[in-house]
């Protein structure tokens, strides 16, 4: 079991940056890849961005490549999502996600349902 915590959400202006930050607790965090999607309202829940446990792998949906970056620092078992030259149409709670890999430290999933552990969500707001 881990449990998964994100901050740093909040409004910002249209062209603007935020970071968010996912904490885990519980298990080992390098044994796990790691994802952000996010969910607008009225709309279902979709893929943001992947890390793979070593942080080799990194993956970004087409809508955010060039302008959200994402990290992991597995001393404070932590994920990062730095997100820059934001649109209103990244407007949405942002949640993070656990997946443990245990054979392939290279491989983050895309796919919502490959996730077994997930946080509470972070709001991200940007307005125009």
């Known amino acids: 079991q881990v449990q998964l915590v994100e901050s740093g959400g909040g409004l910002v202006q249209a062209g603007g940056s935020l970071r968010l930050s996912c904490a885990a607790s519980?298990?080992?965090?390098?044994?796990?890849?790691m994802g952000w999607f996010r969910q607008a309202p009225g709309k279902e829940r979709e893929f943001v961005s992947a890390?793979?446990?070593?942080?080799?792998?990194?993956y970004y949906a087409d809508s955010v490549k060039g302008r959200f970056t994402i990290s992991r620092d597995n001393a404070k078992n932590t994920v990062y999502l730095q997100m820059d030259s934001l649109k209103p149409e990244d407007t949405g709670v942002y949640y993070c996600?656990?997946?443990?890999?245990?054979?392939?430290?290279?491989?983050?999933?895309?796919?919502?349902?490959?996730?077994?552990?997930w946080g509470q969500g972070t709001q991200v707001t940007v307005s125009s």
């Open positions: 996600a656990a997946d443990p890999q245990y054979y392939n430290e290279h491989y983050a999933p895309r796919v919502l349902n490959e996730y077994d552990y």
């Open positions: 519980g298990r080992t965090f390098n044994n796990y890849a």
């Open positions: 890390i793979s446990r070593s942080a080799g792998s990194r």
